[in-house]
């Protein structure tokens, strides 16, 4: 069976309260001061108090073209991406050699060379390490990304698999984009860097058991990214906790049914924490006690949403505290989709 063997986290240097970003904010939309009043309400409900990111504070108050934000994302996400493979390959006792395949995971920037292969002139990956390179998952980056990784691990038995995630949320904010949506990421959306390593065997860590995913139809429009002269705008829609209150549970106990399982089968869950909305809409759907998901809003609370790599935080943060048992690992994306993996910890 795949099993994680390591888990590792990583941040940018710049910390931002998020007091400070909504007094940021207010100054960057004091042309339409009447839509920030109506909005101001999300940085005090989000659920935050501090996030990431790889730019100081100041650096969101000009403007930036596509070619600088892209620039800014190559270069710190290799520089997060290093961080956390050095850290996690550390915890496992191994060097980067010791690597068979490696699969990255962003949607918040282009590359090309992609970042696995910026990140080889970086570390001491062997010349044959297969490389995988994963763009478009959104949010469910992490889920679905540790699900390829065990996919590919159990494949080739006796293989060692590296999965990086990194998402650079912050440099999707675009100041002269007076939108709801773009107020909402600018409350909610952090960065952060995590990286699995991931090995066929019986014991030593996590055991990856079963992974799936779902996606609604006639659903493009509920959440991705909209391709702008200065940028990528972000989609998401207002329906996302609706969705997950109706329509999530199914999708899971689908999932479950497969394996012969139910959800009273699971000692615990890992979740993708979205936003304080989407948590509560989660408890709802899965029957859970109000603050159930103390982990995922401890996470969210420090590091805000940095999409993808935020399910591996939650992670780490539950098995620091000793949990154990069957757990369902779960994260939204663009599709519109859901991602399941299940855990034995």
Not at 184 to 210: I, K, M, N, R, Y
Not at 235 to 246: A, C, L, N, Q
Not at 270 to 284: M, Q, R, S, Y
């Amino acid at each position: 069976m795949p099993i994680i063997t390591a888990l590792a986290t990583a941040g940018p240097p710049h910390v931002i309260p998020q007091g400070l970003a909504r007094a940021y904010a207010a100054d960057i939309f004091a042309d339409r001061p009447g839509l920030f009043e109506r909005m101001a309400g999300v940085f005090d409900n989000a659920g935050i108090e501090t996030r990431r990111s790889c730019v100081p504070p100041d650096w969101y108050l000009s403007p930036h073209g596509w070619p600088d934000r892209n620039a800014l994302y190559v270069d710190n996400a290799v520089d997060l991406l290093a961080e956390a493979a050095a850290d996690c390959l550390a915890r496992a006792g191994l060097t980067a050699d010791a690597v068979d395949n490696l699969i990255t995971v962003s949607s918040t920037g282009v590359a090309t060379p992609s970042l696995d292969a910026r990140l080889m002139e970086r570390m001491p990956f062997r010349r044959d390490v297969a490389r995988l390179p994963v763009f478009g998952l959104g949010c469910a980056g992490g889920v679905l990304g540790l699900a390829r990784a065990a996919a590919l691990t159990r494949a080739e038995p006796g293989t060692r698999t590296l999965l990086l995630v990194v998402e650079l949320c912050g440099l999707s904010f675009r100041r002269r984009d007076m939108r709801k949506n773009n107020i909402v990421a600018t409350a909610l959306f952090g960065d952060g860097a995590a990286a699995v390593l991931v090995e066929h065997g019986t014991d030593g860590g996590p055991v990856v058991q079963a992974w799936g995913e779902h996606t609604w139809p006639d659903s493009l429009d509920v959440m991705g990214w909209s391709v702008e002269d200065d940028g990528l705008g972000v989609i998401f829609s207002r329906d996302i906790p609706t969705i997950v209150r109706t329509d999530m549970r199914a999708a899971a106990d689908a999932f479950l049914a497969r394996h012969g399982l139910i959800a009273g089968d699971l000692d615990g869950m890992v979740c993708h924490p979205g936003g304080t909305k989407v948590l509560a809409a989660i408890e709802d759907s899965f029957g859970l006690g109000d603050g159930t998901l103390a982990a995922e809003r401890a996470v969210l609370r420090r590091f805000g949403n940095m999409s993808a790599p935020t399910v591996l935080f939650v992670l780490a943060e539950k098995l620091a505290a000793g949990a154990r048992g069957r757990h369902l690992m779960t994260a939204l994306g663009p599709g519109f989709s859901v991602g399941f993996l299940l855990l034995d910890l």
